[in-house]
């Protein structure tokens, strides 16, 4: 089974092509400089040469189309119909409430859209690549994964910040996590080299530079997290005198309000 994984940024599209039985990467590539001057693809062909692909990109749905073009090509690509594609896996940086990868319906997707502005730099890139895989293959699953989910069985003392409530019901001011799909896969292969098991296992991350990722996962469940709303939050910002982040966050939506512009 082949599933194409896609991470749309504002300007790029990252993609990887995984033969699943066999957890092969089939093809990869990225584009660069979407909507702008000067746009191309990377690649590699059959034989590990780098290839760069040069055409116009005014927006996501030729980056898209150019993609899978690529991944049918003779030369350097490794499927001969897009009906060999099972489905489409979208990374989604913030998927609010949602604890798990979902099939995308169009309830779901109304669901999401409300929980755009918690990553305004990555949301609406994310959605412009799924709209544009609907409209080049229209009927391939597609499937989100959220950087969020893994981080949803934290307690409320530990995502609830202490700023008025309204702020929490109004405009999903907390903590949600972030980079769970890394965290999910560092918690499994820790557990693999120690042998032990997940569900037996509390593990502590404390990734690098000073950004306070860190969080404890007891068995089967996240119970701290420091990352909040603002994604360069770092550990010595941690202390109960400093004012949360967060208030940055309910001032733009509060700015939004007086001005929808």
């Known amino acids: 089974m082949k599933i194409l994984v896609i991470n749309c940024g504002s300007s790029s599209i990252k993609y990887k092509l995984y033969e699943m039985d066999t957890r092969e990467v089939l093809a990869a590539g990225g584009i660069e400089r979407v909507g702008q001057q000067g746009a191309f693809l990377k690649t590699t062909d059959h034989n590990g040469e780098k290839i760069q692909l040069d055409f116009e990109c005014p927006s996501h749905t030729e980056g898209i189309k ?143 530079r000073q950004r306070s990722f860190h969080f404890g996962s007891r068995p089967r469940q996240v119970h701290r997290h420091l990352h909040g709303t603002h994604p360069s939050r770092r550990t010595y910002d941690g202390h109960t005198h400093r004012r949360p982040r967060c208030f940055c966050g309910a001032r733009y939506h509060e700015e939004r309000r007086q001005d929808p512009r």
């Open 66 to 208: 150019m993609m899978f073009d690529t991944l049918m090509h003779p030369q350097y690509g490794a499927i001969k119909s897009l009906d060999e594609i099972a489905a489409a896996g979208h990374r989604i940086v913030a998927g609010g409430r949602f604890a798990e990868s979902r099939l995308v319906t169009d309830e779901m997707l109304e669901e999401w859209k409300t929980y755009m502005d918690l990553a305004p730099l990555h949301n609406p890139p994310a959605l412009k690549g799924y709209n544009a895989v609907k409209a080049v293959v229209e009927h391939m699953p597609n499937v989100f994964v959220f950087d969020t989910s893994f981080h949803q069985t934290m307690p409320a003392h530990a995502y609830m910040y202490a700023v008025p409530y309204h702020y929490y019901e109004e405009m999903n001011i907390r903590r949600w996590g972030a980079h769970g799909t890394s965290h999910r896969f560092v918690t499994q292969r820790v557990c693999e080299v120690l042998g032990t098991q997940p569900e037996k296992s509390e593990n502590h991350h404390l990734p690098h």
